[in-house]
């Protein structure tokens, strides 16, 4: 167990795991717990601070999550986020009001640099605001040091009980000062040193799957994908030969990627995993006949996922843990705990009530995809398997706008083939610092004209991003003279495509994937 710790108090907010992410990034140990935690819980886990998430509630709610008010008195260093902000207030005799306009997006807010929290901070600075009720009177003892005109109480402190609060949240990018406001909290109000590292992670999350696991058989969901691959090689170290990997080929992997996933970690890879592959093409295709809205295809993927590993479990006997490499962002998209749903993640919102194992083990759950990678550099994977593009669970499944069929299967492989081929090709994928790219086939047909003749053919979509975290996202500026190849290529060599579309949506308002 670390030394330094912060606490960060879960109100509800999609942000949550971000502001544990941000803490980490300060080298300074994080974890995200309820806002109901017991006060003893509160202090055997003895943090050096306390931070109070966002949330989509209203203070005033009857079923409102409100903090113990015994946290104030306890003197840990608290900072509240949105929400959070107004709790502190809500609790500590401040006042809360309704505002008549929701203030949401960026914003530039005016900061007082006499307060530690904005230590270093630019006295204009753009912040992201997403609230509907804002803090209209400070508590006793508090003292405004941030507003804008639409929210004079933009940040709140009480120096003498080092409890700070702010109407924005600083965790995201669009908060550019954002990470200097949290250094401050963490390094010159809780007093850290900073000398946590993902080593101790690694360790940490070892020893721990070995005291669960002890002589038991444990089976990992192998997708051959950056977060499964980390997850096996950590599942690898932990128990060695009680792990078994399945690879389900369901048929919606990207091209040549089944053959691929099996040539590393197959009997003649690099590492010494039990590894069983699985062709499901035609049993996933007779399962998804027909079916076009978005959740139900992810829902039919995670079940089937199961159902192959709990017969593939029976077929080497009895096996105890189920390892899966979800990570945080699957998480909170999926709806878990009090955030809002967004969409299914076949190995989390997607998951079938009856699951033929004792226990599911998630080594990653609480990393985004960068720690994520840093993980699997800690543990010796070959920098282009770290690196590799991320590849949703559902596969091209959710690619494909709506029925999926074989012939639609190869025409996306084939588009996205092309399109990561020229994005290397061009040297983009460094250049324009891509999180995320691939090609998906819509469901729109339209009319063009190849070699004289009329075409009634469908129309592909290219999808690029920027991100770190892929909580938001902003659509990538990929230069016209690789698009216009990569556009020339699919549309000559993809059969049944006469028309190629770019997207140019951030997150948010749309997601990543297209389903």
């Not at 950056?226 to 009680?242: N, P, R, Y």
């Not at 920098?383 to 709506?402: C, N, S």
Request: glycine residues 8%.
């Amino acid at each position: 167990m670390q030394n330094e710790k912060i606490l960060v108090l879960d109100f509800g907010g999609q942000y949550n795991q971000l502001i544990a992410r941000r803490v980490r990034e300060c080298n300074v140990y994080c974890e995200v717990h309820p806002y109901n935690m017991p006060i003893e819980k509160i202090k055997a886990f003895n943090p050096k601070g306390i931070i109070f998430t966002g949330g989509p509630n209203s203070v005033f709610g009857d079923d409102a999550p409100l903090a113990d008010k015994e946290l104030f008195t306890l003197g840990y260093p608290i900072l509240g986020i949105c929400y959070g902000c107004q709790t502190v207030a809500y609790l500590n005799g401040g006042e809360v009001s309704h505002a008549d306009k929701r203030e949401y997006g960026k914003t530039i807010v005016d900061v007082d640099n006499n307060s530690k929290l904005f230590k270093g901070v630019s006295p204009k600075t753009q912040v992201w605001m997403s609230h509907t009720d804002f803090v209209s009177k400070t508590p006793a003892g508090y003292k405004v040091v941030a507003k804008t005109p639409s929210c004079p109480v933009s940040a709140m402190e009480n120096v003498e009980k080092k409890i700070y609060a702010v109407q924005f949240h600083p965790e995201v990018n669009h908060s550019i000062e954002g990470m200097k406001m949290l250094k401050n909290f963490v390094y010159d109000i809780c007093e850290c040193k900073g000398d946590w590292i993902m080593s101790d992670f690694v360790k940490t999350t070892v020893d721990a799957i070995k005291a669960k696991v002890g002589n038991g058989k444990v089976l990992c969901a192998l997708s051959g994908g950056v977060d499964s691959s980390v997850a096996a090689v950590l599942l690898s170290k932990a128990v060695g030969e009680q792990l078994t990997c399945v690879f389900v080929d369901h048929g919606l992997l990207r091209k040549n990627e089944g053959d691929e996933v099996e040539a590393v970690f197959g009997p003649k890879g690099p590492y010494k995993l039990n590894f069983i592959r699985v062709n499901a093409q035609e049993r996933f295709y007779a399962k998804l006949k027909g079916v076009t809205e978005p959740e139900r295809k992810r829902k039919i993927i995670g079940e089937e996922f199961i159902r192959v590993f709990e017969e593939e479990a029976k077929k080497i006997g009895s096996v105890d843990y189920l390892v899966q490499g979800t990570i945080y962002p699957d998480v909170i998209e999926s709806g878990l705990g009090k955030s809002a749903t967004i969409k299914s993640h076949h190995n989390v919102g997607g998951l079938p009530s009856v699951v033929d194992f004792r226990e599911i083990i998630e080594p990653l759950r609480l990393l985004f995809k960068d720690e994520v990678r840093k993980v699997g550099l800690e543990l010796g994977i070959p920098d282009y398997l770290v690196y590799r593009q991320p590849f949703p669970g559902p596969g091209l499944g959710i690619r494909i706008i709506g029925e999926v069929t074989k012939e639609k299967v190869k025409i996306v492989q084939d588009a996205d083939y092309i399109y990561r081929e020229e994005i290397a090709k061009a040297g983009v994928d460094k250049s324009c610092n891509l999180g995320q790219y691939f090609a998906a086939l819509t469901n729109m047909q339209s009319v063009g004209v190849m070699g004289d003749e009329r075409t009634y053919d469908y129309a592909i979509a290219l999808r690029a991003v920027e991100t770190s975290d892929f909580m938001t996202a902003d659509w990538a500026r990929i230069p016209y003279d690789v698009l216009d190849t990569i556009s020339r290529r699919i549309v000559n060599e993809v059969r049944g495509v006469n028309r190629v579309l770019l997207d140019c949506t951030s997150k948010p308002p749309a997601t990543i994937e297209f389903e």
